[in-house]
């Protein structure tokens, strides 16, 4: 069983930088494909990206390439989304997942965190 908590999403400018985390624990991480997830009020959870378990595979959902950039720390058990260039249409929650095989989909993933709040003010 694998618990994972995600930190760092709050109030920012359009335009800012954001770094996100996701600490694991409860299982061992460098088993297990990563990726983060958003969703806004009113709309469906949607895939932002993913990474492998050795990091040597990253994909980025087109909406954030060029912005957003997902990384891993197996030695830290984390998982990090730093974002740069961020629009008030990136507001949602984001959540980190664990698969067996990371994926776009959402039934892909196996353990959730409880997500945190990104706010991208105009």
């Known amino acids: 069983q694998v618990q994972l908590v995600e930190s760092g999403g709050r109030l920012v400018q359009a335009g800012d930088s954001l770094r996100l985390s996701c600490a694991a624990s409860?299982?061992?991480?460098?088993?297990?494909?990563m990726g983060w997830f958003r969703q806004a009020p009113g709309k469906e959870r949607e895939f932002v990206a993913f990474?492998?378990?050795?990091?040597?595979?990253?994909y980025h959902a087109e909406s954030v390439k060029g912005r957003f950039t997902i990384s891993r720390d197996n030695a830290k058990n984390t998982v990090y989304l730093q974002m740069n260039s961020l629009k008030p249409e990136d507001t949602a929650v984001y959540y980190c997942a664990a698969a067996n095989v990371p994926t776009s989909v959402v039934s892909s993933y196996s353990y959730w965190g409880q997500g945190t709040q990104v706010t991208v003010s105009s």
């Open positions: 409860g299982g061992t991480f460098s088993s297990y494909g």
């Open positions: 990474i492998s378990r050795s990091a040597g595979t990253t």
